[in-house]
């Protein structure tokens, strides 16, 4: 009977806890409520954004590649700032008019144009080909080590760079009184500046830092590539990329891979991760048509001389090099394989004898170089919603 | 037990003390109660502190045997924890914004069980209780994006434990030590959180979420030195964890209190 005492009470705890126990439904917000109707009215912003942050493949990371910490305030503002036509003198452009996220944030057009439709200088650098910007974009982190923007590499850093799309005649045009009025001028802004920097004030530095963070924010690590490269390479990167066949590639793929690495990768990256030359001449012409890196620096060295692009998302980005002369890969194969000019400048890696270095390749090498650089596409970076336009 | 010496006990001491943990933001384990209980008419009620860096605990406990064999307990624990953090990959904060926090957690608990003395002078008591508590764990995020400017942000939520302990001390002269398991399923409920707080912290919080009722494992340790009617014990209590997925919980894995205790019934005698 005693034991029925003690036995019994224990049971009706036990009945208790099991009847008290309350499913865990948490409540999770980003925006205060009123924030968010306003911004709602004009923007869909996820109610609780996605992460910012990328994380690198183990084979970009294992190469010391790091990206830069994303404040998520000022990037999911960026993103709004970046789509936001008022942000041009006839409201008609946005940076992504000529950066489309569809197009690996490239435009189509040899070269692009800008507000009035006026016509640009040079072809537009895709966004998701030079990503992984932050992780060795910008000479504010990386020092002289950093890659400097544009074709001529003439801005240092993501802020100075927007800064000079915003303000550009052919692009958008604005001066930095008017950036400010046309932000100030949105109600949505408000409390979107208030959030990434504390308070609502609008100043041109804060609208290009904004841009800047959205733009570093932008990665592209899901190609085939990467997940081939990552799963067969480890950290082991250097030892095993020559010589291993990635097993998820097709034969067409790993050949056109092995043509890349012997013939485009010291320019161009084995890995897509940071290109080893900032810049170079692939001999597009004999003789200087643009200056490039040139008009900047003014030494007889860098004439004729531009950026080295990452080729990430290569396929979705043409027309090809910085005016754009190429409409396919087809055509970029075929110069690296018969078309070399042979100019003052034209970079070592192109030269044999002084002469430059055709590959003359075979119609079979061809494609098969073509299949790889097509394995370079993130499918993903098309339709992810963080750099997605998010205007109503 | 004669065997061990004061100076081992003295190590013992010193061991505990220096393996006591650190702030920890989502759940700590209190101070297990081990009954010592002989008769009916016994009871007992105690007070704990644990200050160990940036925490602080203290507990009220108390434990009564109302008819022989069968023990009720009850106990309220509160802790507070600060700290800052300045690194970006562990920040709560996406950039490299120095981040403090504040946050406190309570809990109160009722439990009950059965004891049973064995031995000449029934100096070992082994018991098994089970209890049940709720409480309650708010959290506070303090940022300076720019020096003049402060932003709060908030992560608040309650919780349900319920445990089964078994348990065995031992009394010995001036000496009481104990030790006991105890497995406890705690819920979590009511969660508001602003997810400001940074994605690591949300992705911790929404794994509590999805994890909960989370089983932890317990274990603790009790060494007390008696002065009628007084009892000053150390004790340690340690969350054993079993499921990989709880190291990312950053569950506080020990706790160490210094507790004083009054036996009820040792004072009636004098």
């Known amino acids: 009977m005693k034991k029925l005492r003690i036995l019994l009470p224990l049971f009706g705890v036990l009945l208790l806890a099991a009847a008290c126990n309350r499913d865990a439904d948490f409540n999770y917000y980003y925006y205060e409520p009123e924030d968010y109707a306003l911004i709602s009215q004009y923007l869909n912003l996820p109610d609780r954004p996605d992460n910012y942050q990328s994380e690198l493949p183990k084979h970009l990371s294992a190469m010391g590649l790091a990206t830069r910490p994303v404040d998520q305030d000022k990037a999911i503002l960026g993103r709004v700032l970046f789509y936001d036509k008022h942000l041009s003198k006839d409201g008609t452009v946005s940076c992504a008019s000529c950066h489309r996220q569809e197009l690996a944030f490239a435009d189509d057009k040899q070269v692009s144009t800008g507000v009035f439709n006026r016509a640009g200088d040079r072809n537009s650098i895709a966004l998701g080909s030079v990503l992984s910007f932050s992780a060795y974009y910008g000479t504010d982190l990386f020092g002289s080590s950093g890659i400097p923007f544009f074709w001529d590499n003439r801005a240092n850093t993501a802020s100075d760079q927007n800064i000079s799309s915003m303000t550009n005649p052919k692009e958008m045009d604005m001066t930095h009184a008017d950036i400010v009025t046309a932000v100030q001028t949105q109600p949505y802004y408000e409390p979107l500046f208030r959030m990434a920097f504390g308070n609502g004030q609008i100043t041109s530095e804060r609208v290009s830092e904004a841009i800047a963070e959205f733009v570093n924010a932008i990665g592209s690590f899901n190609s085939k590539f990467d997940h081939e490269a990552e799963k067969s390479l480890g950290y082991n990167v250097y030892s095993n990329l020559e010589f291993n066949s990635f097993s998820g590639f097709t034969d067409a793929e790993n050949r056109g891979k092995l043509i890349y690495l012997n013939n485009c990768a010291s320019c161009h990256s084995p890995t897509q991760g940071r290109p080893p030359k900032i810049k170079a001449n692939n001999g597009l012409d004999a003789a200087t048509v643009d200056v490039g890196v040139g008009g900047i620096t003014n030494s007889s060295y860098d004439m004729a001389m531009f950026k080295v692009p990452l080729l990430r998302n290569i396929a979705l980005t043409a027309p090809y090099m910085h005016d754009g002369r190429f409409a396919t890969l087809e055509e970029v194969v075929e110069h690296y394989s018969s078309g070399v000019q042979a100019h003052q400048n034209l970079s070592p890696e192109l030269l044999v004898n002084g002469t430059p270095r055709n590959l003359n390749l075979s119609a079979q090498e061809k494609s098969d170089l073509i299949a790889f650089l097509h394995t370079l596409t993130d499918e993903q970076l098309k339709t992810d919603q963080r750099y997605s336009d998010p205007f109503k | ?270």
Not at chain 2, 43 to 63: C, K
């Open chain 2, 1 to 270: 037990m004669k065997h061990l010496s004061f100076p081992a006990f003295g190590l013992l001491l010193s061991t505990m003390l220096t393996i006591g943990c650190t702030a920890n933001r989502f759940y700590t384990p209190n101070t297990m109660q081990l009954p010592v209980l002989q008769e009916s008419g016994q009871g007992s009620i105690r007070g704990g502190l644990s200050i160990d860096g940036d925490n602080t605990g203290w507990e009220g406990q108390a434990i009564y045997s109302p008819v022989r064999h069968l023990g009720i307990m009850a106990s309220h624990f509160g802790v507070r924890y600060s700290g800052t953090n300045y690194n970006a990959f562990f920040s709560p904060f996406p950039v490299n914004e120095e981040f403090s926090y504040t946050g406190s957690s309570h809990l109160t608990e009722g439990g009950l069980g059965g004891y049973y003395g064995v031995g000449p002078e029934k100096e070992y008591l082994l018991s098994l209780f089970t209890g049940f508590g709720q409480g309650a764990t708010q959290n506070r995020y303090t940022t300076h994006p720019e020096p003049q400017i402060e932003e709060v942000y908030n992560s608040e939520w309650r919780y349900q434990r319920w445990f089964i302990q078994p348990a065995m001390t031992m009394q010995y002269k001036r000496l009481q030590v104990g030790t006991g398991l105890r497995f406890a399923w705690v819920s979590y409920f009511d969660g508001d959180i602003n997810s400001r707080v940074g994605f690591q912290e949300t992705e911790r919080i929404e794994l509590l979420e999805t994890g909960s009722p989370l089983f932890l494992t317990e274990m603790a340790w009790s060494i007390g030195w008696r002065i009628r009617p007084l009892v000053l014990s150390l004790n340690s209590t340690a969350v054993v964890r079993g499921k990989n997925s709880l190291r990312d919980l950053n569950l506080a894995s020990n706790y160490v209190s210094l507790t004083v205790g009054l036996n009820l019934h040792e004072l009636k005698r004098k």
